[in-house]
């Protein structure tokens, strides 16, 4: 089969690809710049025949994805703003819910051919971040950003916009199933993973233009830029890239994942956790808080997962194996001084 992948340079998109050619996939790839296209034909030059890459520049437009959806079996939609450095809302808000709407109208009209269409949404639409410990399950909707949006407008933090970003475009697309249910002839899975984090492939020239997640890391980790305090205190979930990219493949495989929306989380962790994980692999990293005690540590985001290895039977990478890899790719670049 062939399959559509939005955004297709970015982290995640790039393993989402690299997943679907190795299982024999045929992809389509949009990028919003020709610029974005040399690297992932040269990553991707044993698949020649099996990838195309074309430019869709404004995924807001309306029928901005009418092109792309033709002749594909199954659509991939990765592309929406991930970054901390929004001025107002609509920045990340716009492209977030235009850009979903547009791939599911357009896969309505002129993808004759699609039966499946995954939307990589996140847990940012599912927590609710009250500083108590949770559990959360795909029950759960993090509708509080969104009012928090409306009440605070552009004197929003940044993570807030984000999230309440990737719940509207969620929701976005539920409510799009539901409005043309008598009409569609395919179905809709939304993937919601926390912070995602492993080795990367897609085009990074320096750390600084690390994508959001990987950069955070690489920050903490390597350049040691939190405090002692905040490396116990922060607490979160997390996901190895190559495990959401392995769930991106499972979800077009898997019938019953079709109407599901599913959290795809490896485990928690404080950034001490990391540190002492990565260390095992380059001790000559910042040691950070060394009287971290972990069994006093309250993991306070913490996701059900169990719905993703019922569906999709995922096997998560640990923190170990994670850690090792993107310490020796973060060697082999020379980014660890
Ligand atoms: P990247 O920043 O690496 O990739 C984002 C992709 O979306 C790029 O292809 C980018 O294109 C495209 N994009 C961003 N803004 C726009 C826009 N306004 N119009 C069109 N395309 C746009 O991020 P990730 O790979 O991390 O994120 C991919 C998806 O995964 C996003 O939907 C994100 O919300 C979600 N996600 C990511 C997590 C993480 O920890 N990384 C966690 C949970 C969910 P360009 O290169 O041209 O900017």
Redesign the pocket.
Known sequence: GKVLV?????????WVVKTLLDQGYSVRGT???ES?IPHLKETFKEYADKLELIV?P???KDGAFDEAVKGVDAIE???????MNAKEPDE?I???VR?TRSVLQSALQFGDRVRRVVI?????SVLTDDGLPHVFTEADWNDRAVQDIAAQGAAAPPHTI?RA??TL?ERAAWQFVEENKEKVQFDVVAL??????GPFL?EVDKPENL????LDWYNTIVKNTRTPEQLVSITSS??D?RD?ALAHALSLQKPEAGGERIIISGGYWTWQDWINAARKYEPSLPAGNTSYDPKSVVYKTRYDASKSERILGITYHSMDESAADIVKQLKEKGWLQ
């Open positions: 939005t955004g297709a340079n970015g982290y995640i998109a790039v990028v919003r710049r974005a869709v404004d995924i807001t939609h990765t592309a929406s703003p991930f970054h990340l716009i492209p977030a850009g990589t949404s996140s847990t940012a984000y970003s990737k475009a919601n993973p926390p912070y995602v984090w897609h994508n959001t997640s990987v997390w996901v890239v959401i």
